[in-house]
Nanobody, 115 residues
Framework: VQLVESGGGLVQPGGSLRLSCLASGLMFSSYDMSWYRQVPGKARELVAVISSAGASINYVNYVKGRFTISRDDAKNMVYLQMNNLTPEDTAVYYC?????????WGQGTQVTVSS
């Protein structure tokens, strides 16, 4: 299983970014897919999760209304559209795929929100 994130970068407060995660080596449509983030010195935290087939979507409270998770099973892709970014959203963002007790992480992509 391989998960590769892309789309991170430097953005000004109030700006937007779209993160992408390409999955390979797995039956993607069967996996629940999530985005996590981590800042130095803190634990990795869940940001958003989308179940297999997109039947269920959940967000951590502080991104609700700003972030949107989506998936394209035909392309083995999961996305995180991030709008109205604040400096507090600065972190390394990780893609995570899970099926039952099995899970795999991507290498992460840095998002920096700064003026």
């Amino acid at each position: 299983v391989q998960l590769v994130e892309s789309g991170g970068g430097l953005v000004q407060p109030g700006g937007s970014l779209r993160l992408s995660c390409l999955a390979s080596g797995l039956m993607f449509s069967s996996y629940d897919m999530s985005w996590y983030r981590q800042v130095p010195g803190k634990a990795r935290e869940l940001v958003a999760v989308i179940s297999s087939a997109g039947a269920s979507i959940n967000y951590v409270n502080y991104v609700k209304g700003r972030f949107t998770i989506s998936r394209d099973d035909a392309k083995n892709m999961v996305y995180l559209q991030m709008n109205n970014l604040t400096p507090e959203d600065t972190a390394v963002y990780y893609c995570y795929g899970s099926l039952g007790r099995r899970g795999s992480w991507g290498q992460g992509t840095q998002v920096t929100v700064s003026s």
